[in-house]
Structures are given as C-alpha cells and as structure tokens.
C-alpha cells in the first residue's frame, strides 16, 4: 500500500477521498482544534499534528512518504478575499509546506508525487506569477507538472470548480507521459492553456486523466434532510416575506419558477448585502451553489424550499454540507455551524477520488497503462514545453 501524508487536512475529506483507493494516510496537519476534532471522530488522531504548518520540521515526518497532499487557505487567492495572493498571510502557508517537502527531498526519497488544490484563482493571481512561482519550486525539486481544473458538479450537485496541480517525478513523466500542452479540454480548459503557454520553460506534464464525468448523477433535492414543519431552523415567514420582498425581480420570478414546481421545488439562496439591504439570490441551474466556510454569516448557503405551496427558508444543514461534499456516510458529532466550518472549505470527495485516481494511479500500480504517450503527441502544440 502506497503512503500519503495530507498537509491543511482539515477535517479529512482527502483522506476520505483517496483511502478506499488504497492509500494509507502517515501524516496529518491542520491549525484548526475544531477541524482536527472533526477528523478524530472519523479517522482516529493516529498521525495528526495540530500545529501550525510553519513549526513542523522534516523530522517529524515518517520515512516513506509516495503522495503528499496540501489543499492550503484559499482565502488570498479567491475573488471574495483580498487578492494578497501567496504573499497573503493565508494562502501564503502553501510556503512553509514547500520548504518543507523541499528539505523531505534533500534528507529522504523524495515523494513520488505531490497534489495541490486550490480555488481557480490561483491560476490568475497576480497575472499568473505566484502559480508559476509554485511550479517553478516543485520543478526545482525534480517534479514535472500537470494543472487540471475539476467542478465538483461533475460529481455533485454543487458548483465548485478547483484548480489542481499534480505533480510527479520527472524521472517517471519522462517514461511514461510527454511534457507538454496540448489543445482545450474540459479539465485543461483555455484559462490552463494559456497559463502553460505563458510559462513555456516550465515542465509540464499530461497524465491520462480521462473525460469526466458530463454532470452529477443526483439533484439538489436528493441530499436535503426532511426537517419536520416545526423545526426551529426554518425561518418566520415574516423574515421570509421580507427577503422576497427585497429581491431583485428576476431572482423573484425564480421563487415563482419553484412555486411552479420547476427544479423540484427547490434551490438554494446566498444573502448578500446591496444598498444597506439583505437580498437574496437565488441560482436557476438546479444545484448549490459553491460552499463556503460560515465565517460572519454571509457566506451561509439557504434552501429555499416550495414544495409546500409557500415559500420557506432555511439554512442547509451540516449533513447536506456533507452531502454536497460527496461525504454521505462522514460521522457528525458537532452542532450545524462547526459542521458547516469543517465541510464548507473542505474538498469534494468524489472529484478528489476521480482526479487521484487517473493521475497518480501509476505509483499504485492500478493505472491500465495503455500508452496514450503517441496519441498525446499528435495533439502536442508547437509550442510543447522543454522536457
Ligand atoms: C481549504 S481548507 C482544507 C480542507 C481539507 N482539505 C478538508 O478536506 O477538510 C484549508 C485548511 O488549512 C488550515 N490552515 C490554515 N492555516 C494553517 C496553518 N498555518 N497551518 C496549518 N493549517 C492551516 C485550515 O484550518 C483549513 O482546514
């Protein structure tokens, strides 16, 4: 069995991802107490570190270690935040985790392959040069480099497109897949391209990532819980009136879809603040929109449910969290706003199990290597990046 150590694991959903392929996880870390509770209740603590990333030193990690993975703070990078970018005392952790995979290689094997995850940002902020700033790190450390961008409603009903950069060993990109950039796909999309054209010195590598799947295989209304019509969760239709009243007509006219029994009588609703003024709004593509860590209130997801007859309104509960995370059988012990903190800014399971799968499935040895090498080749752009 293959062994992984997951940096900002959070509440675990990596690991919950990628075990049932048949990685073992050796090494754990997040800041977070309540996170890394979260993770006991599930996983056990053997092997987690609650500390903060910049005092971990290379002794503390165990002597084989093939994947290491870092879903680090996306807050500097996403539009929501502040664009600091990895000069932001969040994002900017991914930083000490490099230095330290980099003093791994120095002292140990180095890791056969290493996953990054971030929000799609990463890709533009400050024009591409902290990305490049990354790769250009990892490539020192003897990596070749592959960027993929894989949405969660690929998988789940939920809109979450992330970045991911895998990287693998130079050695074994070299024998098994080109070092180039090839045409637009779904995951490699223009917005990758054009950063590896950007970055023509960068060694850039296409594992066999096949196509993904075209949409989730359940709806919305599939991972809601039955709260009974007393629950105290849902909102007093004063406030309820209230918010409909301030919406904008065009995500009223979608309450009055839903009345209609369109999208099942469900969807979900964000409150923003506009003109001094809590609106709602509404999303008309029948899943939910991306999760989001509940951190004053505004970035809690509602549901807007219709299928009474009358609009009511609640927050999603810490299961549905869980749901929309593909985390369906994940234990919950907390109350709905830690579980809303712990699932919100974790990663979609099954999008993480598909894309871990494909790409490092070479260092499990379950890849069926059907040498896509020639046909990779045939699509290679003039411009392949120097292997
Ligand atoms: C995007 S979340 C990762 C979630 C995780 N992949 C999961 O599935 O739950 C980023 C994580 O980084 C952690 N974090 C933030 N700053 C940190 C630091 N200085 N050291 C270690 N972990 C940190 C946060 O607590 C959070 O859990």
Redesign the pocket.
Known sequence: MAAFAEF???????REAIEPLGWRCVFA????PG?AEMYRTRFGFRHFVV????NLTVDQLPADIDLVTA????IDLSLAGNRAGLAGE?SG?VWPFLKLLAARCRCAAAPAAVLLENVTGFLSSRGGKDLAEVCRFLAKLGYAIDLAVVDARWFTPQSRPRLFAMAVRREDAASRWPLSAGAPSRVRPRRVRDFQQANPGLPFVELPLPEPPSRAPNRLSSILEDLSADDERWWPDEQTKVLLHNMAPRHRQRVAGLLDGQRDGVATLYRRRRHDRTVGEVRDDEIAGCLRTPQGGSSVQFLVDCRGGKPRIRPLTGREYARLQGAEQFPIHVGDRQARM?FG???CVPAVRWLTEHAFGHVLGTIAWQDPQMALFEQAPAHAAGG
């Open positions: 900002f694991a959070g509440i675990g959903l990596v870390n997040d800041i977070a996170k500390d903060d990333v910049n879903s680090f703070p996306c969040h952790t712990g800014d974790a990663v």
